[in-house]
């Protein structure tokens, strides 16, 4: 079946420190992949995505690549802020569509 | 455009009683998907509409039920709440199926959060 594994947090990084969270996948066929981003007390905003193997997708300076050999799809960002703290979730599209699998999510808490 | 939107943002229910859920999908949006999000279980798939009909299905019980009107606005309803149906439940919206392909790129409301004494 479909699934997504996510590294545990919480994770805490200084300010500026570089992230990455990392993120595999098992799916039949090639999925959509996706990384979202929930801050406290609200729903799920889309932070990047990519549809096929080897698209990069970027949005914020985060950065994920589509993975299809090691089926992974990590979420890194060069230099974080103390605005960037908020749970993370990879989530991927079967290919029939119509709903989102995700992970457990990643609590990332960054210090100035 | 204006977003997904649901109501009510909060709502407080006791055991045995029954509850439904509404949301506004972002306008052109014909699929409708519902989610559970509770600590211990994470984000789960309840199910999707698309035009009416009821396209997905998650692993919940028959309490659990949804539909959608002619306009793409969904409601899901639970009957008989339990203690463990305590959770912030989302609606996504999402252009699939209508020619709006985008691989699946759902957007999501703000969510319910549903309290059951």
């Known amino acids: 079946g479909n699934s997504v594994t996510q590294m545990e947090g919480p994770v805490t990084l200084s300010e500026e420190a570089f992230l990455t969270i990392n993120c595999t996948y098992t799916a039949t066929g090639y999925p959509s992949l996706f990384w979202y981003v929930q801050y406290p007390g609200e729903g799920l905003q889309l932070l990047l995505k990519?549809?096929?193997?080897?698209d990069k997708g970027s949005n914020k300076g985060f950065e994920a690549t589509y993975r299809k050999e090691t089926t992974s799809f990590h979420l890194e960002k060069g230099s974080v802020q103390v605005s960037d703290s908020a749970v993370y979730f990879c989530?991927?599209?079967?290919?029939?569509?119509?709903?989102?699998?995700f992970g457990q999510g990643t609590e990332l808490s960054v210090k100035p | 455009k204006a977003g997904v939107t649901q109501t009510p943002r909060y709502l407080i229910k006791t055991r045995g009683q029954q509850v439904t859920l509404s949301c506004s999908p972002i306008?052109?949006?014909?699929?409708v998907s519902w989610y559970q999000q509770t600590p211990g279980q994470g984000l789960q798939f309840l199910f999707e509409y698309f035009s009416e009909t009821q396209r997905n299905k998650g692993n919940f019980p028959g309490r659990f039920s949804g539909r959608q009107f002619s306009n793409s606005r969904s409601e899901m309803n639970v009957s008989t709440l339990e203690l463990g149906d305590s959770a912030l439940y989302l609606c996504?919206?999402?252009?699939w199926g209508s020619g709006d392909e985008v691989g699946n790129e759902q957007f999501f409301g703000p969510g319910t959060r549903l309290t059951v004494l």
């Open positions: 996504a919206s999402s252009g």
């Open positions: 989530a991927l599209s079967p290919l029939e569509g119509g709903k989102l699998i």
């Open positions: 990519a549809t096929k193997a080897d």
């Open positions: 306008s052109g949006h014909r699929s």
